[in-house]
């Protein structure tokens, strides 16, 4: 769920600035999305879709919601599990992990599989306090100490500030939250939630410290390689400063709504450009011996949850220059901001916590020779490849064997740190 939103978000990109330049009317049309989704359930999911509170104590859990400040001003929306009520251990020491979602998903998309499949269900379960945390922007934290979600102001921010306040600002909250006296947390990303991972922990490495191990799922920062051919055709259009990235930049992207998942519809349309792509997704969708139909279902009604679209301009600028580094504004603005004409790498040397790299050949973002010349230059890193050849993005979230592959061999590595640790 998570990142196939970024292809919504391409071909939204598209229609954006489409719109921009010419008033485009988009016709009510035969639309396949809600021929697929128009059940009287999905009608009901949509108008009230549940929270991520509403789900876990739905399945019996105990659940908080926090309101987490950054240093800059945001307001985060972050969920807790803290104990299991199978376990009864709310007086046991229980070890932190933080889980981060990819761009345009929320706290939800962690759970859609349920208690026997979903990582926070399995993790709390086996001991662990649990954090599912909500970048700026997103459905739970589009609240500031000063500004209006509906300023351009709000929305100047890229995934760089998502791993420079937010990441920082839900480990020490945690921390101190749980009281345990734990120095540090397990950490969870996927896609974006790994992209953000590496950027607070070059440019703050004093966060490794707080890092007992690391997992990212397809993880995104070098992205030369990239398989995904939309982003290949756009990069060099919105992958610069230029009037286009310009046009787009500063504004909120797909908050969650109906509308939204209607023009996705329309753009899908038979006669419409990007039908091709769209069939690709839904066989996707519809190849149920891989994905979870229920789960998929349930995502459907939940989101995207919103982002800026700066994110996407500075995944295509990654693309583009097949760098990991600082958001580009242009030449003359870059040395004001970074005092050189280009945008500074991220000094990924600096990670000195232990990252797993989770990663498969099939991924249409994380392609493997990005993965590879990233570990390269990780100091303390552990290669997990895939050996289901067919894994994709997507996998991370809605795939029926996730328990299996990734769930529980995670699970496994921080119990074996916790247990080496006593
Ligand atoms: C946890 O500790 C509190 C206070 O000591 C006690 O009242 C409660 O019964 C304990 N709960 C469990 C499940 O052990
Ligand atoms: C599929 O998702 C449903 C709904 O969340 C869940 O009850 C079921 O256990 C899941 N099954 C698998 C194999 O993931
Ligand atoms: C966005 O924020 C940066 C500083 O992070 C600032 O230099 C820039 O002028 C801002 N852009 C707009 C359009 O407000
Ligand atoms: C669907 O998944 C199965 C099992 O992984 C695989 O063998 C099959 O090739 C897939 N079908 C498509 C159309 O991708």
């Given at each position: 769920m998570h990142d196939y939103f970024f292809s919504v978000v391409i071909i939204l990109a598209v229609s954006v600035i489409g719109l921009r330049s010419a008033s485009i009317y988009i016709p009510e049309s035969h639309l396949i999305f809600q021929k697929l989704y128009s059940t009287a359930q999905t009608a009901v999911d949509a108008k009230n879709p549940l929270t991520t509170r509403d789900r876990i104590s739905l399945h019996g859990y105990p659940v908080e919601h926090h309101q987490i400040v950054t240093e800059d001003g945001y307001i985060l929306g972050v969920f807790r599990i803290p104990h299991s009520h199978k376990l009864q251990n709310q007086n046991n020491t229980r070890p932190i992990v933080l889980i981060e979602h990819g761009l345009m998903g929320g706290s939800d998309v962690w759970l859609f599989l349920g208690p026997n499949h979903a990582l926070p269900y399995l993790l709390v379960d086996s001991g662990f306090d649990v954090w599912l945390g909500n970048s700026r922007g997103n459905t739970y934290s589009r609240k500031h100490s000063s500004l209006s979600a509906d300023t351009p102001d709000f929305w100047n921010f890229s995934w760089h500030e998502i791993g420079y306040y937010d990441i920082a600002a839900m480990i020490d909250y945690s921390l101190e939250k749980n009281g345990q006296g734990h120095k540090a947390v397990h950490y969870v990303g996927h896609s974006q939630g790994t992209t953000i991972f590496?950027?607070?922990m070059s440019l703050r490495p004093e966060y490794n410290e707080k890092i007992k191990t690391a997992h990212m799922f397809a993880p995104v920062a070098i992205m030369s390689k990239m398989q995904y051919k939309l982003v290949r055709k756009?990069?060099?259009?919105?992958?610069?400063?230029?009037?286009y990235s310009r046009l787009f930049a500063n504004m909120?992207?797909?908050?969650?709504?109906?509308?939204?998942?209607r023009i996705f519809s329309n753009l899908?349309?038979?006669?419409?450009?990007?039908?091709?792509?769209?069939?690709?997704?839904?066989?996707?969708?519809?190849?149920?011996?891989?994905?979870?139909?229920?789960?998929?279902?349930?995502?459907?009604?939940?989101q995207p949850a919103g982002c800026s679209t700066n994110q996407i301009l500075h995944y295509m600028q990654a693309h583009e220059s097949g760098r990991f580094r600082q958001y580009d504004h242009g030449a003359k603005n870059n040395r004001k901001v970074y005092n050189s004409a280009e945008p500074p790498d991220y000094p990924v040397e600096k990670i000195t916590s232990n990252v797993h790299l989770w990663y498969s050949e099939n991924d249409i973002m994380a392609a493997v020779d990005d993965v590879l010349a990233l570990a390269k230059r990780l100091p303390n890193k552990e290669l997990h490849f895939m050996e289901d050849p067919l894994w994709d993005h997507d996998d991370y979230a809605?795939?029926?064997?996730?328990?299996?592959?990734?769930?529980?061999?995670?699970?496994?590595?921080?119990?074996?740190?916790?247990?080496?640790?006593n």
């Amino acid at each position: 769920m998570h990142d196939y939103f970024f292809s919504v978000v391409i071909i939204l990109a598209v229609s954006v600035i489409g719109l921009r330049s010419a008033s485009i009317y988009i016709p009510e049309s035969h639309l396949i999305f809600q021929k697929l989704y128009s059940t009287a359930q999905t009608a009901v999911d949509a108008k009230n879709p549940l929270t991520t509170r509403d789900r876990i104590s739905l399945h019996g859990y105990p659940v908080e919601h926090h309101q987490i400040v950054t240093e800059d001003g945001y307001i985060l929306g972050v969920f807790r599990i803290p104990h299991s009520h199978k376990l009864q251990n709310q007086n046991n020491t229980r070890p932190i992990v933080l889980i981060e979602h990819g761009l345009m998903g929320g706290s939800d998309v962690w759970l859609f599989l349920g208690p026997n499949h979903a990582l926070p269900y399995l993790l709390v379960d086996s001991g662990f306090d649990v954090w599912l945390g909500n970048s700026r922007g997103n459905t739970y934290s589009r609240k500031h100490s000063s500004l209006s979600a509906d300023t351009p102001d709000f929305w100047n921010f890229s995934w760089h500030e998502i791993g420079y306040y937010d990441i920082a600002a839900m480990i020490d909250y945690s921390l101190e939250k749980n009281g345990q006296g734990h120095k540090a947390v397990h950490y969870v990303g996927h896609s974006q939630g790994t992209t953000i991972f590496f950027t607070l922990m070059s440019l703050r490495p004093e966060y490794n410290e707080k890092i007992k191990t690391a997992h990212m799922f397809a993880p995104v920062a070098i992205m030369s390689k990239m398989q995904y051919k939309l982003v290949r055709k756009l990069s060099p259009y919105l992958g610069h400063q230029n009037l286009y990235s310009r046009l787009f930049a500063n504004m909120e992207f797909l908050p969650y709504n109906g509308y939204v998942l209607r023009i996705f519809s329309n753009l899908c349309g038979p006669d419409q450009v990007f039908r091709s792509f769209c069939v690709y997704l839904i066989k996707a969708f519809y190849n149920s011996t891989r994905w979870n139909s229920t789960a998929m279902t349930e995502g459907i009604g939940n989101q995207p949850a919103g982002c800026s679209t700066n994110q996407i301009l500075h995944y295509m600028q990654a693309h583009e220059s097949g760098r990991f580094r600082q958001y580009d504004h242009g030449a003359k603005n870059n040395r004001k901001v970074y005092n050189s004409a280009e945008p500074p790498d991220y000094p990924v040397e600096k990670i000195t916590s232990n990252v797993h790299l989770w990663y498969s050949e099939n991924d249409i973002m994380a392609a493997v020779d990005d993965v590879l010349a990233l570990a390269k230059r990780l100091p303390n890193k552990e290669l997990h490849f895939m050996e289901d050849p067919l894994w994709d993005h997507d996998d991370y979230a809605l795939n029926t064997e996730l328990r299996t592959y990734i769930n529980v061999p995670v699970i496994e590595i921080m119990k074996k740190f916790e247990s080496s640790e006593n």
